[in-house]
């Protein structure tokens, strides 16, 4: 831990300073080593105690975070000379991920929860130009209110105080991380950032920075849990049930309706919050019901993993396109054959068709809310929330289905893939590659 702290905070400062063409690929090597460098420290170390919590979910957070950014840095030579201060702030924001996903200190919270933050306003505005600044004045207005929820939530939960107010501070803690992540209602500010800044700024906020927050949400629920009373517990279940529903379901429906392709994505990144949200609150219920939680988790684990290389990919290659309208990108998959393929498996990855990764995340998540002995997600026999679930993935079919179609149908279209294609090669290939290693792993 403390050689990848030092290894991020050391390239992210000196990166600035150095002026060359390819410090986009200094940043991918720091990556990319650290990753290896991690997933070493993982076979051969125990978990450790202390400041820092050395586990699965914070192995799982840094591998994902690392492998990502060393994939995306590889585009910020699209960047037009802008490498060098968007991969140190690529750097400083895997750096608070990891860390806000790794401790229950509050003041390390804060701290790594500024670190995240100040990166994700700066690679928002990376481009410099009207929009992209507007963007990222109005996700830095979004995140220091979150900020604010946050401060009040952790001052409840950690003063030591009764299980009250630690179920209050859990909600506020819920709101904070809304703003944070984009869950409904606290999503105002996601169609727009993400739906028109620069794609490839886009892709590293989706794929990397909300990984830390929800982490932090599924770590302290295990850290209160235990204390509250049933009641408590389940106004918390239902709260987070009710935000989870609503943030696959708005962001899917909302989907349907845009023809931007950028847009679309945009919502999609909303609804797959709301899966991730449901999972979390599967996990929550069977904790404290006794139900094993080990499917669950797993299943976060791997949607972890599926989410953040999907939107690498997606984002990554929309940047490609001129004009991100829908018929815009007519002919693609023929003119474009490797990155329109590797796109489309995104796509379908994003939707949880077999045999991808993204599949066996989604596959986890809905068994363990169908879990009979989970009451709370049953009317009668009927499992409804894992009802709810199936039917938003099938809302997301027409609009990921549609995109696929766009791209294979006849058309004019003109795009430029130059310095993009590595992304979007590799990230394609993982999921394929992922998705048939995973069932192997469950098996064991």
Request: positive net charge; aromatic residues 12%.
């Amino acid at each position: 831990m403390l050689v990848t702290i030092i290894v991020l905070i050391v390239s992210a400062l000196l990166l600035p300073f150095i002026h060359s063409k390819n410090n986009n690929y200094i940043a991918t090597g720091v990556s990319a080593a650290l990753t290896a460098y991690w997933i070493y420290s993982v076979i051969t170390t125990k978990f450790a105690p202390g400041i820092f919590i050395l586990d699965h979910l914070t192995d799982v957070v840094a591998i994902a975070s690392l492998f990502a950014g060393s994939l995306i840095a590889l585009s910020y030579g699209r960047l037009e000379g802008r490498s060098n201060i968007a991969s140190s702030l690529l750097l400083i924001g895997i750096l608070g991920t990891i860390l806000v996903a790794s401790t229950l200190n509050p003041l390390v919270i804060l701290a790594s929860w500024g670190l995240l933050s100040i990166a994700s306003y700066g690679i928002a505005a990376i481009p410099k130009d009207k929009r992209s600044l507007a963007n990222s004045l109005k996700y830095a207005f979004m995140g220091g209110l979150s900020l604010q929820f946050l401060l009040i939530a952790i001052f409840l939960i950690f003063s030591g105080a009764l299980s009250t107010a630690a179920m209050l501070g859990f909600a506020i803690l819920l709101v904070a991380i809304g703003f944070k992540v984009g869950a409904v209602p606290f999503h105002m500010w996601l169609p727009d950032v993400y739906g028109t800044s620069d794609p490839i700024s886009v892709s590293t906020l989706s794929a990397i920075m909300k990984l830390g927050p929800l982490a932090l949400v599924l770590r302290i629920m295990f850290y209160i849990t235990a204390g509250l009373s049933a009641h408590a517990v389940n106004t918390l279940l239902l709260i987070g049930t009710i935000i989870a529903v609503l943030t696959m379901t708005w962001g899917n429906v909302a989907a349907t309706v845009q023809n931007s392709v950028q847009k679309i994505l945009a919502y999609s990144s909303i609804s797959h919050i709301g899966f991730i949200l449901m999972g979390l609150v599967v996990a929550m219920a069977s904790y404290y019901y006794g139900v094993s939680y080990y499917f669950v988790l797993i299943g976060i684990f791997v949607y972890f993993f599926s989410y953040s290389i999907s939107k690498t990919n997606a984002f990554t290659y929309i940047k490609g396109f001129y004009d991100k309208k829908l018929e815009s990108i007519k002919g693609a998959g023929l003119k474009y054959g490797t990155s329109s393929a590797m796109f489309s498996i995104s796509l379908l990855n994003l939707l949880g068709l077999p045999p991808l990764i993204g599949f066996w995340g989604k596959l986890l998540i809905f068994m363990s809310a169908a879990n009979p002995a989970l009451s709370v997600f049953f009317i009668g026999p009927i499992p409804w929330f894992t009802i709810i679930a199936i039917l938003n993935s099938v809302i997301s079919a027409f609009y990921y289905v549609k995109i696929i179609q766009q791209l294979y149908s006849e058309g004019n279209v003109k795009a430029d893939f130059s310095k993009l294609n590595a992304t979007i090669i590799i990230t394609g290939l993982f999921l394929i590659v992922a998705g048939l290693i995973v069932p192997l792993v469950l098996s064991i």
